[in-house]
Structure formats: C-alpha cells, structure tokens
C-alpha cells in the first residue's frame, strides 16, 4: 500500500458489469484497512473499512475481500454506474499506538457506456 | 452537520513567498490531519494535530508546519515556496486520533507556485 507514485493505474469497466479494484498492501501487522474514492475537483470519500480479523466486509454494493495470507486487498464494485468513475485509494493503519494510514497510489477507475 | 471546510479553494503564488492555508473540522472532531496530493506522488501525510498538540508528522522539510486552535480549527503554512510545491493541500477531521476513526476530507486547497 505505499504510495510510490508514477502513472495511476487505470481500470476500464462497462457499465453494468461489476468492477474489482486491487490493493497490495505492505505491512504483515497492520490492523485495519479502508477504502477511499476521489471523485475528480473533490476530496476523498469514504467507502468501507474493514479489521483484520475479518476477511470480507459488505456494504452497499461494495464488498471488500482481506486476505492477510499474501498481504491483498480488493474492492469489489456491484453493478458498475457511471457514478462509480473516480480514483480508488486503499490505505492501512499499521498498528501501534499512532493510528496513522499508509496510503496506496489510487487506480482510476473507468465507466465506458 | 457540515463537513470539513478548507478555505481558500484556489491560491496562486510565486517561489520565495509563504501561504497560509485553513481547515475547520467536522463539529466535534477533535483531529485534523494534512495531506499532500500531486498526480505524480498521490496522498502523502503531512502532520496531524489533536487537542492542539501536533501527534504525528511526515517527511517533509520544516517549511512546512501547521498548528490547531482550542476550537479545533487548523491552519497549515509553507514558506519559502518552491515550485515543487504545487498541489492539493487535503484536511482531514476525524473524532478521535487514538482509535481507527475514518478520516472525513475536504475539498482540498489547490496551491499553484509560479
């Protein structure tokens, strides 16, 4: 989940489909992770959090699957809207007594008609 | 219950000057963070304050610090401005900063240094 800049990574789904977003995260002790979306001109949105002593969380056409064996995060998203177009962030908190999250690069995420 | 305010949403600079950035919190959120974001590096954590109390600071250069006030409003200032820093400036409130609280955004501050 660092951030390590360079290009975005992009995602082109049609509409109707269902997008997954993918996020691999770097610390084997963090805790607790969250998914943001950044619609362009705006701030990040929350979207869902999940602990890690759960491996599948849902939520309103959101579902986002923990899988602590390799360190993955996804963020699937039912029935893709043209709504849904935004750059999609992950971020972990790494544990300790700081609560500070560690941000992912973000994947742009395309609706096409 | 408004959300998290960043006044001004534009600003234009030159290299050499200083800016002064606000962000004024959810009602009843007591921290507020700060976030660097360019196209080329994402969302980098600046600092973040708590009950006026800096809790956590980035990578960056001193020029760049930030204080909160009792009413939990926060201000953000850069001096000696230098062309790499051109970005949106995000705060972020939340509750609480000792637990996993989500983090609310603004809508940011778009600094362009010429």
């Known amino acids: 989940g660092e951030s390590v800049g360079l290009h975005l990574p992009t995602l082109s789904v049609q509409e109707g489909d269902n997008s997954i977003i993918n996020c691999a995260y770097s610390?084997?002790?963090?805790?607790?992770f969250i998914w943001y979306k950044q619609e362009s001109g705006k701030g990040p949105q929350f979207i869902i959090d999940?602990?890690?002593n759960m491996d599948k969380r849902q939520g309103q056409r959101v579902t986002v699957l923990l899988n602590k064996t390799v360190k993955h995060l996804s963020l699937q998203i039912a029935a893709t809207q043209p709504g849904d177009s935004a750059v999609y962030f992950c971020?972990?908190?790494?544990?300790?007594?700081?609560?500070?999250?560690?941000w992912g690069a973000g994947t742009k995420l395309i609706i096409k008609p | 219950k408004a959300g998290v305010t960043q006044t001004p949403r534009y600003l234009i600079k030159t290299r050499g000057q200083q800016v002064t950035l606000s962000c004024s919190p959810i009602?009843?959120?007591?921290?507020v963070s700060w976030y660097q974001q360019t196209p080329g590096q994402g969302l980098q954590f600046l600092f973040e304050?708590?009950?006026?109390?800096?809790?956590n600071k980035g990578n960056f250069p001193g020029r760049f610090s930030g204080r909160q006030f009792s009413n939990s409003r926060s201000e953000m200032n850069v001096s000696t401005l230098e062309l790499g820093d051109s970005a949106l400036y995000l705060c972020?409130?939340?509750?609480?900063?000792?637990?996993?609280?989500?983090?609310?955004f603004g809508s940011g501050t778009q600094l362009s240094v010429l």
């Open positions: 972020a409130s939340r509750l609480d900063a000792s637990t996993n609280e989500k983090l609310f």
């Open positions: 009602s009843g959120h007591r921290s």
């Open positions: 304050y708590f009950s006026e109390t800096q809790r």
């Open positions: 610390n084997s002790a963090s805790d607790y």
């Open positions: 999940i602990r890690s």
């Open positions: 971020a972990e908190n790494i544990g300790g007594s700081n609560y500070q999250l560690i």
